[in-house]
């Protein structure tokens, strides 16, 4: 069992969970993910490590309540326990000194682009920041990331705070500013790592992006989580998570990413009549 | 009647009958098919065995089992003693006695077997194994603690084999395992209605009343490597049992397309997460009215079977060569074909064919014909120009194999391995290139069977205990 030692809202429906893993904590590198399940009758979820504290034994993840599993986590609080938690898996991000590098986060991608932010930093890089979301009230860890960057830059859909834009307008604007940029790390919803790919693609600025696949076992053995990337099958699990966002196939990447749809919409809908619905999203009661 | 002294035994032709459930019922549950003997029907099973002095049968177990021994205790009703018997060789009876495939091992020399049935050794064992779980389980001897230290990777069929003899040697061992319940395939492959879970976990919690740790949620690769293990993990040697965790597909166009299941996942997401359950269980599965399991080994059967029971109105086998190449065992083609389970021969997919949301909604398909043996001994499939059909379906399923999981050799340094991947390793020992490293079961043969990989465990048992006490 894994204890949840500290959770934070960070906006409505965005949680955050350190939790009490120190095997997997001593060994967790920027990039890599974990699967957990929360009882005996749940669903392996993987998350993408958010940050690590080696010495304190413990693994940060956040995550957005959308399906049954995310809701029912984001129910339990500090003190509960995961059933199961495994670690850490998949490649790390590759860490060198390219010289200059952006690093985009969007949505809840910020979390994961924070610790690979940090890295690049840490390892001798320029490292410009730019983080996005929704609204004012979906953004989170903005310090955290100006830590973890030599500049961060910043942007709301609406316009509610600092000033209105998607995260590829401020990246374009980056990339023509920044004439040596040598690469681009981008960790978000499908849509927004696309719209960054075939921004890059442009200028022809290597992306790196970190697909957060459907997976079960998330060591290679079910093969779920295929990708098709540069015309070549890889399993997001043990070749990725983080793959050349050119060479992606986001096409087929996002029909598999709703492949059990239906299931989740009953499932959900299942969850909320029998435990209320508890979120503030204003969603109207599940999706 | 234990010896050659009594009067000769009447020759019974015929083997007792398993008793088993319905097909059309079964095909629609995931409980037991076989149900196994009842005390009466085992006597009389156990009673036709000949005893012969010579007891051929003993050769074609991996595990060397003395089989006349324990049919004979079983023959008087001494069950006690016929499952303490089995248990000097074999850790999991109850898994063997389900899944093993009798009749290409033990009852293949069966002297019996030369003119009539042979005896239903695995049934028997099942019996014996079933009955002990049912009256309570009787304590093994240990040897006393050794003050050695064993990991053992992998919770499967070789790693808990390798796990039981040693800690009945006395020493200490851990089993690391990948996912959050121990068993391997047996718990993530072989579907409930072959080989019920509560039975897996039982024969488990046996091998922890012999002092075995299991680590669960632990990929070793990932949180330690196998170096880490031996340098300053506290372990003196290591033995690697990971099995053929990596699904083959077959490389043709749309293999990527929703409704394309590898056998492992299709499995994986019915047997170890319950989706048969869904939405009790967490875990969905989606299976179409007509599915297509392609290939046709004893996974193949498995899936076929599966996706009858989670609904598929129609599921095929769809196989390049014809039913006498089928490299399934021929009860559970029998089975699968008891349950409504459809074949379609000399036929294999050439591009998978899938709507505008990328769903699949057919296949197109080569017809073959069979040409010479191949290396497999097997007249080889050969293609027949100009014979593409198209095949409606809603469900793939790839089941033409699997590789061995290469996240471990992948790290572990001086670790050698084949071209396939598989980590090489002397078949009498399990040594592998790298020292106090052994390796058994699928992982060094490629996929096979549950007892091979029992019986590469055991090998691998008494080669590390011999190094453990520097013999070698």
């Known amino acids: 069992m894994y204890r949840i030692v500290k ?45 690590f504290d080696r010495a304190g034994g413990t693994i940060t993840c956040v995550f957005q309540e959308v399906g049954k599993t995310t809701k029912e986590l984001g129910a339990l609080g500090e003190g509960d326990f995961l059933q199961d938690f495994v670690g850490p898996l998949g490649l790390p991000s590759h860490v060198e000194n390219y010289g200059s590098v952006i690093c985009v986060g969007g949505g809840v991608g910020v979390a994961p682009v924070f610790p690979i932010a940090r890295a690049l930093k840490e390892a001798g890089n320029e490292v410009v920041g730019i983080i996005g979301a929704r609204t004012k009230e979906l953004l989170f860890w903005e310090e955290k990331m100006r830590s973890a960057c030599s500049e961060l830059r910043v942007t709301t859909d609406d316009g509610s705070y600092v000033r209105k834009g998607f995260v590829t307008d401020l990246l374009r604007e980056a990339i023509e500013e920044k004439k040596n940029t040598s690469l681009c790390v981008a960790i978000g919803p499908l849509p927004m790592m696309r719209a960054v790919c075939s921004l890059t693609r442009e200028y022809g600025l290597k992306t790196i992006v970190s697909l957060n696949s459907i997976m079960v076992d998330g060591t290679g053995m079910c093969g779920c989580c295929r990708v098709t990337v540069g015309g070549e099958t890889k399993f997001a699990c043990v070749d990725g998570p983080e793959f050349d966002g050119h060479l992606v196939d986001f096409e087929e990447m996002a029909r598999r990413a709703v492949i059990y749809k239906p299931q989740e919409q009953l499932a959900v809908a299942r969850y909320v009549e029998n435990h209320g619905h508890n979120c503030s999203c204003s969603c109207g009661g599940g999706r | 009647m234990t010896g050659g002294s009594k009067p000769k035994k009447t020759i019974v032709p015929k083997k007792n009958p398993m008793p088993s459930q319905d097909p059309f019922l079964r095909a629609k549950n995931f409980n037991e098919v076989a149900l196994g003997y009842t005390e009466q029907a085992v006597v009389a099973e156990a009673n036709r065995c000949l005893q012969c002095k010579n007891a051929p049968c003993r050769q074609g177990c991996p595990v060397e089992v003395d089989i006349p021994a324990f049919i004979g205790l079983a023959a008087e009703r001494d069950f006690a003693g016929a499952i303490k018997k089995l248990k000097e060789k074999n850790a999991l009876p109850a898994v063997c006695g389900r899944v093993c495939p009798q009749e290409s091992q033990c009852e293949k020399y069966c002297t019996l077997g030369k003119k009539n049935e042979p005896v239903a050794i695995g049934r028997i064992e099942r019996y014996c194994a079933d009955w002990e779980l049912a009256n309570g389980v009787l304590p093994q001897q240990v040897n006393p603690p050794t003050g050695k230290s064993v990991a053992v990777v992998g919770s499967g069929p070789a790693g808990l084999t390798c ?27 072989i579907p409930e209605f072959r080989l019920p879970k509560k039975v897996v976990q039982a024969e488990i919690n046996n091998l922890k009343n012999l002092g075995v740790n299991i ?53 994986t997401r019915t047997n170890l997460m319950k989706a048969y359950r869904f939405p009790d269980a967490d875990t969905p599965i989606r299976v179409g009215d007509k599915v297509a399991v392609l290939g046709g080994g004893n996974v193949a059967m498995d899936a076929a079977r599966t996706a009858l029971r989670l609904g598929a109105k129609e599921s095929w086998i769809v196989y390049r060569r014809s039913k006498n190449e089928l490299p399934a065992r021929h009860e559970e083609v029998e089975h699968a074909e008891e349950e409504g389970v459809k074949f379609a021969f000399l036929t294999s997919p050439t591009r998978i064919i899938y709507n505008s949301d990328y769903w699949v909604i057919a296949m197109e398909c080569l017809q073959y014909k069979l040409g010479e043996p191949d290396a497999s001994g097997r007249r080889s499939p050969v293609p027949i120009p100009g014979s593409e059909f198209v095949m409606d379906v809603d469900t793939v399923v790839v089941a033409i194999g699997q590789g061995p ?48 990989a029992m019986g590469a465990g055991r090998t691998a048992a008494k080669a590390i205990h011999a190094y453990l006490n520097g013999d070698s």
């Open chain 1, 7 to 51: 959770k934070e809202l960070l906006a409505p429906t965005l949680n955050l969970f350190e939790i009490e893993a120190p095997l997997v904590a001593r060994k967790a590198l920027a990039g890599q993910f974990v699967i957990l399940r929360i009882n005996g009758e749940g669903e392996r979820i993987p998350l993408t490590i958010a940050d």
């Open chain 2, 163 to 189: 796990a039981a003899d040693l800690a009945k040697l006395g020493h200490e061992v851990t089993v690391f395992e990948a996912l959050h319940v121990p068993g391997g395939v047996l718990m993530y492959g």
């Open chain 2, 215 to 267: 680590e669960v949620n632990a990929v070793v690769g990932k949180f330690a490597v196998v170096d880490e293990l031996l340098n300053g993990g506290g372990f003196d040697a290591v033995f690697i049992g990971t099995g053929a965790g990596l699904p083959y597909f077959m490389n043709i166009p749309g293999e990527n397309a929703c409704g394309v299941y590898s056998a492992n996942e299709f499995l």
């Open chain 2, 405 to 452: 999981n290469p996240l471990v050799p992948r790290t572990t340094k001086g670790l050698e391995c084949n071209k396939k991947g598989n980590i090489v390793a002397d078949l009498a020992t399990g040594a592998t290139s790298k020292p106090g490293v052994f390796a058994g079961g699928d992982v060094v043969t490629g996929a096979a069977t549950v007892i091979l």
